[in-house]
Protein backbone atom coordinates (compact mmCIF):
# COMPACT_ATOMS: atom_id res chain seq x y z
CA UNK A 1 0.00 0.00 0.00
CA UNK A 2 1.33 3.81 0.37
CA UNK A 3 2.27 6.08 2.38
CA UNK A 4 -0.46 8.46 2.37
CA UNK A 5 0.11 8.76 -1.64
CA UNK A 6 -3.05 11.06 -2.31
CA UNK A 7 -3.20 12.57 0.98
CA UNK A 8 -1.69 15.52 -0.41
CA UNK A 9 -3.98 16.19 -3.45
CA UNK A 10 -7.33 17.49 -2.76
CA UNK A 11 -9.96 15.79 -4.71
CA UNK A 12 -12.91 16.27 -2.44
CA UNK A 13 -15.73 18.46 -3.47
CA UNK A 14 -17.55 19.85 -0.89
CA UNK A 15 -21.39 19.67 -1.73
CA UNK A 16 -24.23 20.20 1.43
CA UNK A 17 -26.13 16.73 0.05
CA UNK A 18 -23.61 14.66 -0.50
CA UNK A 19 -20.68 13.30 1.88
CA UNK A 20 -18.74 11.08 -0.57
CA UNK A 21 -17.65 12.79 -3.57
CA UNK A 22 -14.52 13.68 -5.21
CA UNK A 23 -12.78 14.47 -8.65
CA UNK A 24 -10.88 11.39 -10.20
CA UNK A 25 -8.29 13.85 -11.64
CA UNK A 26 -4.66 14.62 -10.02
CA UNK A 27 -4.08 10.58 -9.89
CA UNK A 28 -0.23 9.44 -10.62
CA UNK A 29 -0.48 7.59 -14.06
CA UNK A 30 2.78 4.49 -14.09
CA UNK A 31 4.01 6.40 -16.99
CA UNK A 32 4.70 9.68 -15.81
CA UNK A 33 2.35 12.48 -15.18
CA UNK A 34 -1.40 12.09 -13.83
CA UNK A 35 -4.87 11.84 -14.51
CA UNK A 36 -6.81 15.09 -15.94
CA UNK A 37 -9.75 16.40 -13.22
CA UNK A 38 -13.06 18.04 -14.26
CA UNK A 39 -13.68 14.43 -16.63
CA UNK A 40 -14.70 12.23 -13.78
CA UNK A 41 -16.46 12.16 -10.75
CA UNK A 42 -17.71 9.49 -8.50
CA UNK A 43 -19.82 9.78 -5.24
CA UNK A 44 -22.47 8.00 -3.34
CA UNK A 45 -26.21 8.54 -4.38
CA UNK A 46 -27.74 12.14 -5.22
CA UNK A 47 -30.99 11.80 -3.19
CA UNK A 48 -30.00 14.42 -0.84
CA UNK A 49 -28.80 17.39 -3.31
CA UNK A 50 -29.50 20.55 -2.46
CA UNK A 51 -30.19 23.07 -5.71
CA UNK A 52 -27.09 24.60 -4.82
CA UNK A 53 -25.30 21.53 -5.27
CA UNK A 54 -26.71 20.78 -7.95
CA UNK A 55 -26.02 24.47 -9.51
CA UNK A 56 -22.51 23.44 -8.69
CA UNK A 57 -22.20 20.52 -10.39
CA UNK A 58 -24.41 21.81 -13.64
CA UNK A 59 -22.42 25.18 -14.18
CA UNK A 60 -19.10 24.96 -12.00
CA UNK A 61 -18.04 21.33 -12.73
CA UNK A 62 -19.90 21.51 -16.47
CA UNK A 63 -21.78 17.46 -15.70
CA UNK A 64 -23.46 15.88 -18.80
CA UNK A 65 -23.95 12.28 -17.94
CA UNK A 66 -24.54 10.41 -14.55
CA UNK A 67 -24.19 6.53 -14.83
CA UNK A 68 -26.33 5.04 -12.05
CA UNK A 69 -25.58 1.89 -10.52
CA UNK A 70 -28.09 1.06 -8.22
CA UNK A 71 -30.85 -1.30 -8.78
CA UNK A 72 -34.27 -0.75 -10.00
CA UNK A 73 -36.01 -1.03 -6.55
CA UNK A 74 -33.44 1.78 -5.13
CA UNK A 75 -33.79 4.05 -8.04
CA UNK A 76 -37.86 3.40 -7.70
CA UNK A 77 -37.59 4.05 -3.65
CA UNK A 78 -35.91 7.17 -3.76
CA UNK A 79 -37.38 8.93 -7.29
CA UNK A 80 -35.60 10.84 -9.50
CA UNK A 81 -32.39 12.79 -8.62
CA UNK A 82 -32.13 16.36 -8.69
CA UNK A 83 -29.70 16.40 -11.18
CA UNK A 84 -31.91 14.01 -13.53
CA UNK A 85 -34.81 16.31 -12.97
CA UNK A 86 -32.63 19.38 -13.78
CA UNK A 87 -32.11 17.71 -17.28
CA UNK A 88 -28.41 15.82 -16.85
CA UNK A 89 -28.77 12.48 -18.86
CA UNK A 90 -29.14 9.63 -16.59
CA UNK A 91 -28.38 6.12 -17.29
CA UNK A 92 -29.64 2.74 -14.79
CA UNK A 93 -26.40 0.58 -15.28
CA UNK A 94 -27.23 -1.76 -12.23
CA UNK A 95 -24.09 -4.10 -11.45
CA UNK A 96 -26.63 -6.76 -9.51
CA UNK A 97 -28.47 -9.61 -11.22
CA UNK A 98 -32.45 -9.06 -11.54
CA UNK A 99 -32.75 -11.56 -8.13
CA UNK A 100 -30.48 -9.16 -6.12
CA UNK A 101 -27.31 -9.75 -4.20
CA UNK A 102 -27.08 -8.83 -0.65
CA UNK A 103 -24.10 -6.49 0.13
CA UNK A 104 -22.10 -8.31 2.81
CA UNK A 105 -22.12 -6.23 6.00
CA UNK A 106 -18.84 -8.20 7.58
CA UNK A 107 -15.95 -10.17 5.50
CA UNK A 108 -14.87 -13.30 7.07
CA UNK A 109 -11.63 -15.71 5.90
CA UNK A 110 -13.71 -16.59 2.71
CA UNK A 111 -14.17 -12.73 2.39
CA UNK A 112 -17.34 -12.67 1.23
CA UNK A 113 -17.09 -8.85 -0.12
CA UNK A 114 -14.30 -9.85 -2.46
CA UNK A 115 -16.92 -12.71 -4.15
CA UNK A 116 -19.41 -10.19 -3.92
CA UNK A 117 -17.10 -7.45 -6.20
CA UNK A 118 -16.35 -10.31 -8.61
CA UNK A 119 -19.85 -11.34 -8.94
CA UNK A 120 -20.73 -7.94 -10.19
CA UNK A 121 -17.90 -8.90 -13.03
CA UNK A 122 -19.38 -12.07 -13.35
CA UNK A 123 -23.41 -11.36 -13.20
CA UNK A 124 -23.55 -8.20 -15.16
CA UNK A 125 -20.61 -7.75 -17.25
CA UNK A 126 -22.90 -6.31 -19.74
CA UNK A 127 -23.65 -2.81 -17.73
CA UNK A 128 -20.02 -2.78 -17.26
CA UNK A 129 -19.01 -2.53 -20.07
CA UNK A 130 -21.70 -0.70 -21.05
CA UNK A 131 -20.56 2.00 -18.20
CA UNK A 132 -17.02 2.01 -19.85
CA UNK A 133 -18.36 2.29 -23.43
CA UNK A 134 -20.57 5.46 -22.52
CA UNK A 135 -17.65 7.24 -20.48
CA UNK A 136 -15.41 6.65 -23.16
CA UNK A 137 -17.93 7.83 -25.76
CA UNK A 138 -16.61 10.37 -28.08
CA UNK A 139 -19.53 12.78 -27.14
CA UNK A 140 -19.27 12.30 -23.31
CA UNK A 141 -18.91 15.35 -21.34
CA UNK A 142 -18.10 16.15 -17.59
CA UNK A 143 -19.47 12.67 -16.16
CA UNK A 144 -20.59 11.49 -12.74
CA UNK A 145 -20.69 7.47 -11.70
CA UNK A 146 -22.93 6.64 -8.76
CA UNK A 147 -24.18 3.73 -6.22
CA UNK A 148 -25.83 3.93 -2.71
CA UNK A 149 -22.43 4.69 -0.44
CA UNK A 150 -20.49 5.13 -3.59
CA UNK A 151 -17.53 2.94 -2.39
CA UNK A 152 -18.66 -0.90 -3.57
CA UNK A 153 -20.31 -0.32 -7.09
CA UNK A 154 -18.69 2.60 -7.99
CA UNK A 155 -15.87 1.02 -6.34
CA UNK A 156 -15.38 -1.50 -8.77
CA UNK A 157 -16.23 0.38 -11.76
CA UNK A 158 -13.70 3.73 -10.77
CA UNK A 159 -10.95 0.74 -10.26
CA UNK A 160 -11.67 -0.74 -14.06
CA UNK A 161 -11.49 2.36 -15.15
CA UNK A 162 -7.95 3.70 -13.66
CA UNK A 163 -6.24 0.54 -13.88
CA UNK A 164 -7.12 0.70 -17.36
CA UNK A 165 -6.07 4.12 -18.10
CA UNK A 166 -2.84 3.40 -15.84
CA UNK A 167 -3.24 4.98 -12.63
CA UNK A 168 -0.45 3.54 -10.69
CA UNK A 169 -1.82 0.52 -8.94
CA UNK A 170 -1.02 1.62 -5.41
CA UNK A 171 -2.86 4.46 -5.99
CA UNK A 172 -6.00 2.96 -7.38
CA UNK A 173 -6.56 1.01 -4.34
CA UNK A 174 -5.86 4.11 -2.28
CA UNK A 175 -8.61 5.81 -4.01
CA UNK A 176 -10.84 2.95 -3.30
CA UNK A 177 -10.06 3.14 0.25
CA UNK A 178 -10.58 6.81 0.32
CA UNK A 179 -14.18 6.47 0.89
CA UNK A 180 -13.88 5.68 3.99
CA UNK A 181 -13.09 8.87 5.72
CA UNK A 182 -16.61 9.42 4.40
CA UNK A 183 -18.69 6.87 6.04
CA UNK A 184 -19.41 8.14 9.59
CA UNK A 185 -20.53 10.93 7.44
CA UNK A 186 -23.45 9.23 5.43
CA UNK A 187 -24.38 7.28 8.00
CA UNK A 188 -25.24 10.08 9.71
CA UNK A 189 -27.64 11.93 7.13
CA UNK A 190 -29.08 8.61 6.73
CA UNK A 191 -29.79 7.64 9.96
CA UNK A 192 -31.01 11.30 10.76
CA UNK A 193 -33.32 11.09 7.35
CA UNK A 194 -34.97 7.98 8.16
CA UNK A 195 -35.10 8.57 12.17
CA UNK A 196 -33.06 5.74 13.11
CA UNK A 197 -30.40 5.08 15.12
CA UNK A 198 -26.15 5.44 14.44
CA UNK A 199 -25.02 1.82 13.79
CA UNK A 200 -22.72 1.28 16.82
CA UNK A 201 -19.86 -0.08 14.69
CA UNK A 202 -19.07 1.30 11.34
CA UNK A 203 -16.35 -0.83 10.94
CA UNK A 204 -18.14 -3.80 8.91
CA UNK A 205 -19.43 -0.63 6.24
CA UNK A 206 -15.65 0.84 5.81
CA UNK A 207 -13.73 -0.41 2.77
CA UNK A 208 -10.91 -2.56 3.02
CA UNK A 209 -7.70 -1.94 0.19
CA UNK A 210 -7.27 -5.59 0.29
CA UNK A 211 -10.37 -6.74 -0.86
CA UNK A 212 -9.51 -4.25 -3.98
CA UNK A 213 -6.07 -5.27 -4.09
CA UNK A 214 -7.27 -9.04 -4.60
CA UNK A 215 -9.51 -7.58 -7.44
CA UNK A 216 -7.59 -6.51 -9.37
CA UNK A 217 -4.73 -9.37 -9.10
CA UNK A 218 -7.41 -11.77 -9.77
CA UNK A 219 -8.05 -9.22 -13.09
CA UNK A 220 -4.02 -9.54 -13.58
CA UNK A 221 -4.29 -13.33 -13.43
CA UNK A 222 -7.26 -14.08 -15.76
CA UNK A 223 -7.04 -11.36 -18.23
CA UNK A 224 -4.11 -9.04 -17.91
CA UNK A 225 -5.84 -6.58 -15.91
CA UNK A 226 -8.79 -4.33 -16.34
CA UNK A 227 -8.10 -3.69 -19.88
CA UNK A 228 -7.90 -6.92 -21.23
CA UNK A 229 -11.26 -8.25 -19.25
CA UNK A 230 -13.02 -5.21 -20.56
CA UNK A 231 -12.22 -6.90 -24.18
CA UNK A 232 -12.54 -10.46 -23.16
CA UNK A 233 -16.19 -8.94 -22.64
CA UNK A 234 -16.82 -7.03 -25.85
CA UNK A 235 -15.38 -3.34 -25.08
CA UNK A 236 -13.17 -2.99 -28.03
CA UNK A 237 -9.76 -0.96 -28.73
CA UNK A 238 -10.66 2.36 -29.81
CA UNK A 239 -12.91 2.52 -26.70
CA UNK A 240 -10.15 1.87 -24.53
CA UNK A 241 -7.61 4.95 -26.19
CA UNK A 242 -10.43 7.23 -25.54
CA UNK A 243 -10.74 6.25 -22.28
CA UNK A 244 -7.12 6.68 -21.62
CA UNK A 245 -7.40 9.95 -24.00
CA UNK A 246 -10.17 11.64 -21.74
CA UNK A 247 -8.56 10.80 -18.72
CA UNK A 248 -4.68 11.15 -19.34
Keep these: MTDGLLRAIDRWLTLEGLDNVRD ?86 ADPLLRHYLGYLADRPDNVVEAIRMLAAPDTGPALVHCAAGKDRTGVLVALVLDTVGVRREAVIEDYALSAERVEAMFRRWTKASGTEMPADLTPHLPRPEVMENVLATLDRDHGGAAGWLRAHGLDDPSIDRLRLRLT
Design 24 to 109: LGGLPLAGGGVTRTGVLLRSASLHFLTPGDVTQLLEVFGLSLVLDLRTAAEIDRDGPTPVARAGVETIALTFLPDEGRTLPETGDD
